[in-house]
């Protein structure tokens, strides 16, 4: 166990719809980070954010947003969902913004249909 | 851009046979180097690292070299367990720029008794 919790474990969801999927990083880490992992794209960064600031951003979508709260648990914006959205979302977390190890979560996997 | 390239999978093997799987990367200055392996419904857990050129890292009879001559970074264990089946990621981080990881497609290890 990591100590990264993700929600929900499964989504399943139809096309053009919204979803959100939460983050809670290990205790004490300020970064999170949002990977996807596709068939198609294989594992791809999708965005980083540190102590509520956006850090990095990587492959991410415009109809995809991700925010930091104050409790630093993170959310990932999904909308206007496609068929080739369907993937699983890793969550990650680090102690700073640079040169850490990164712990995964179990992930989120999003079936759209 | 930054890329890494592993050999494709699935490799199958007997108990107790020597494992090597193969990465190659693309990046621009020195980048660290990782292996992440991800076992059946879990996250990915970082599995060993070389920062570099010429580093070993090492953990659980895996290990693997820094090679800045030939930009690889290919993983071995000389004896492998039905334990071991899982999917083997290799990755890169560029240093001094952000704590991003850029992924190779991964490879799926099925080791047989």
Known sequence: DSGVTQT?????TATGQRVTLRC???SGDLSVYWYQQS???GLQFLIQYYNGEERA???????FSAQQFPDLHSELNLSSLELGDSALYFCASSVGGADNEQFFGPGTRLTVL | GDSVTQMEGPVTLSEEAFLTIN???TATGYPSLFWYVQYPGEGLQLLLKATKADDKGSNKG??????KETTS???EKGSVQVSDSAVYFCALRRNNAGNMLTFGGGTRLMVKP
């Open chain 2, 73 to 75: 970074f290919h993983l």
């Open chain 2, 62 to 67: 895996f290990e693997a070299t820094y090679r």
């Open chain 1, 24 to 26: 809670s990083p290990r």
């Open chain 1, 8 to 12: 929900p474990k499964h989504l399943i």
């Open chain 1, 39 to 41: 068939l198609d794209q």
């Open chain 1, 57 to 63: 951003k990587g492959n991410i979508l415009e109809r």
């Open chain 2, 23 to 25: 990465c190659t990367y």
